[in-house]
């Protein structure tokens, strides 16, 4: 305001700085008492306007209109059409002829509505956004709020719901704060997970150990329920599995089952606590020392999954290494990155399997400074399998140390179980290794092994082993029995038939033109590409062929590289193999998928060719 009798919104009044008001109330003759009357009405003004109340920063940001032309953008006119100035602007001039200055007549006249009751403002305000709207967003650019904080939602001013809605409404002059909602946050991320197919339906099965790979499918008809009062369906139906990463069927083995059931009648369910509380059972010291047999190494630590393993190891050795930096495979599983993203360590990603790639970015860096090659040795998505020596070469050049996750090897490689590092005679190379005991094992935990006081570090500083409870003793005595099984002559002839079956199936999907990823190992990735008929894919395979498989989806994989994860095992046969083949060629038919032209005819017989390099 100014004595040129330009007028404004008593709001920006409040956006002044103390020095200001007063060089301001001196320029007019005003008073200390004209001040305190002043910031009475500037107070009363900030709490009623519809943006100031919601936008305390602005209140600060705002910048003092000193002067404007009446004309049709100027200030003096947008403030005539907002319900709280009205009744200043369109008071008479004449007012001032009586000696009184411009700011007295401003403070009159908000110390007159100040008086008036709830009612009659209630009144004003509604019949002025009827017929008016809200002068700010009619004239966005002339409004000290918007320009000043950019103010992106309307939905908090009372003036901005126009037609019907403001004609049957009055806004109250003090109204709330709109308060966060969550339940709508929530609902709006299961929506986008919808739209874009990656949402994930688990499927209801009932295992049957007897007829393993078989199991009973539960349908549902409302996709995810977790009502408590919702009845899990008792309508069934037998299928055959071919998605189980119980990959030699050791969940069921009859020396794994009865070593459980006579460790859980002798010490009961649960392990207690945590290892340093109570829960440092007989069991887990066992298996570790046999863990760290296996792969040849000083120590081992037992964890309740590989991928809580895989975090605290890596988040820890971050932690411990000062300036340490990871050098991780582009397809790592989301295990690691978790670790590696915890440690809060710098970071290079070299390309897929790319140990040339490797090599330049660890040639980059201070060679002076920690550093940690993490990577897989199967990689459980695509089906290949890590260049383990050449990676181990290039960090070995570098001074840096080599992390492999042994996850999708461990129980199905090398003579003795030990994973793809033992069947290449490269254990010695490899200086930390983790693994789990829920796949080819087929029980539950996971573990890291290497170097005596590594492993010790992660056993006294990692909070995802110390804050842990133990596995309960039945399934670490379990698994500790699935171990000795499998490093023995039976584990070679499972993992023979194994290897067989994988290739056998590989070949019998190429014979037919199914697409399949080029892969190296037991894991055969048939090639969709697209969300919606992936998934669409394996319902039918389900429902209408009693075949369960299940598609791969983002983020387990990137989007456009959607897939059919089959795992084929020991246990599968010729026959099931046979009947896998034709539902899934009958289906993608039916979806009007591309086939891939036949193989080249090769002179080998069916059985030389589908044992070929079977390298275990």
């Not at 509505?113 to 009619?138: F, I, V």
């Not at 009973?216 to 599995?241: H, L, M, R, W």
């Not at 020392?289 to 296996?294: G, M, P, S, V």
């Not at 499998?486 to 056998?504: I, N, V, W």
């Amino acid at each position: 305001f100014a004595r040129n009798e330009t007028f404004t919104c008593i709001s920006v009044i409040r956006t002044m700085s103390s020095s200001s008001v007063s060089k301001t109330l001196l320029r007019m003759g005003s008073t200390r008492a004209g001040a305190g009357r002043v910031d009475a009405a500037v107070k009363h003004a900030v709490a009623r306007c519809p943006f100031l109340k919601h936008n305390p920063e602005a209140v600060d940001s705002l910048a003092p209109v000193t002067s404007a032309p009446i004309g049709k953008d100027s200030m003096r006119f947008l403030a005539g059409k907002c319900p709280v100035m009205a009744p200043v602007i369109h008071s008479p001039v004449s007012k001032l002829a009586s000696g009184g200055t411009i700011l007295d007549t401003v403070i009159s006249e908000a110390n007159k509505e100040l008086m008036q009751d709830d009612a009659a403002k209630q009144k004003l305000m509604g019949k002025q956004a009827q017929t008016e709207g809200c002068p700010s967003l009619l004239q966005p650019p002339q409004c000290p709020v918007t320009n000043a904080v950019q103010y992106p939602d309307a939905a908090l001013c009372p003036f901005a719901h126009k037609s019907s809605e403001a004609k049957n409404n009055t806004v109250p002059a003090e109204s709330k704060p709109k308060m966060y909602n969550y339940s709508e946050r929530f609902s709006e991320m299961i929506v986008r997970k919808k739209n874009d197919a990656s949402y994930r339906i688990f499927n209801t099965v009932k295992r049957d150990a007897a007829q393993y790979p078989n199991a009973a499918f539960f349908q549902k008809n409302n996709g995810y329920d977790p009502c408590p009062n919702s009845p899990i369906s008792s309508n069934s139906t037998n299928v055959e599995v071919w998605c189980s990463n119980d990959y030699l069927g050791m969940s069921r083995h009859p020396e794994v089952v009865n070593t459980i059931c006579d460790t859980v009648r002798r010490e009961g369910v649960g392990s207690g606590g945590t290892r340093n509380i109570s829960g440092n059972g007989w069991q887990h010291e066992n298996i570790e020392k046999e863990l760290a047999r296996l792969h040849k190494k000083e120590a081992a630590l037992l964890f309740g999954s590989c991928f809580v393993a895989n975090d605290a190891a890596l988040s820890t050795f971050g932690n411990v290494l000062p300036d340490c930096i990871y050098y991780s495979d582009a397809d790592n599983h989301a295990s690691m990155i978790q670790g590696i993203r915890n440690s809060r360590c710098e970071k290079r990603i070299f390309r897929h399997n790319d140990y040339c790639h490797l090599d330049h970015l660890l040639s980059m860096d201070d060679p002076s400074v920690p550093k940690i090659v993490a990577f897989e040795s199967v990689y459980s998505m695509c089906g290949t399998i890590a260049p383990i020596e050449e990676l181990c070469n290039v960090a070995r050049k570098h001074n840096a140390l080599t992390f492999i996750d042994e996850v999708h090897a461990v129980g199905l490689y090398g003579d003795t179980g030990a994973g793809v590092a033992e069947r290449d005679n490269l254990m010695d190379a490899v200086d930390i290794v983790t693994g789990t005991l829920a796949k080819a094992y087929g029980t539950i935990g996971g573990y890291v092994a290497g170097p005596k006081d590594l492993i010790d570090t992660v056993r006294s500083y990692a909070p995802g082993f110390v804050f842990s409870s133990s596995l309960p003793p039945m399934l670490v005595a379990g698994a500790a029995a699935s171990v000795n099984v499998l490093k023995g002559s039976e584990g070679q002839d499972l993992r023979r038939r194994h290897q067989t079956h994988a290739k056998t199936l590989i070949r019998m999907l190429e014979d037919v033109g199914i697409p399949t990823l080029p892969t190296q190992s037991h894991i055969v990735p048939v090639a969709v590409g697209d969300a919606r008929i992936c998934k669409s894919i394996s319902d039918t395979l389900l429902e209408k062929h009693n075949i369960y498989v299940q598609s791969i989806n983002f983020p387990t994989v990137p989007r456009g590289t959607e897939r059919l994860r089959v795992t084929p095992g020991p246990f599968h046969t010729e026959e099931m193999m046979t009947r896998f083949v034709g539902a899934l060629t009958q289906v993608w038919k039916e979806y009007g998928l591309d086939f891939l032209p036949p193989p080249p005819t090769s002179k080998s017989t069916p059985d030389e060719r589908s044992c070929a390099s079977v390298t275990l």
